[in-house]
């Protein structure tokens, strides 16, 4: 199972840091994704993670603002997102998976319900 949390209502410009808490078994051995989707458009892949802090992906328009990083001592994956633009208003969701391909939704096992995040002007 996985939690979201941290979503709301910000201003362009301002910060909010999503948390997933994940109760998978042996955390430290899934891959961490974020995934977002917007009202009348396809979800799609935001930010992911390796086993560690080492590797990270991010979709090309959130590098240098959007920063994913876990806790495997507290099950749980962060997406600290700054900068924030109208653009980035969605609902977003993390996932869990034991792919190495991931970029790819389908190679999630484990997603939460998601939580929004709304950007106004």
């Known amino acids: 199972q996985l939690v979201e949390s941290g979503g709301g209502l910000v201003q362009a410009g301002g910060s909010l840091r999503l948390s997933c808490a994940a109760s998978?078994?042996?955390?430290?051995?899934?891959?961490m994704g974020w995934f977002r989707q917007a009202p009348g458009k396809e979800r799609e892949f935001v930010a992911a993670?390796?086993?560690?802090?080492?590797?990270?992906y991010y979709l090309n328009s959130v590098k240098g603002r959007f920063s994913i990083s876990r806790d495997n001592a507290k099950n749980t994956v962060y997406l600290q997102m700054n900068s924030l633009k109208p653009g980035d208003t969605a609902v977003y969701y993390c996932?869990?998976?034991?792919?190495?391909?991931?970029?790819?939704?389908?190679?999630?096992?484990?997603w939460g319900q998601g939580t929004q995040v709304t950007v106004s002007n």
């Open positions: 993670i390796g086993w560690s802090n080492r590797n990270t």
């Open positions: 998978v078994r042996t955390f430290s051995n899934y891959y």
């Open positions: 996932a869990a998976g034991r792919s190495a391909r991931l970029l790819s939704q389908v190679e999630y096992d484990y």
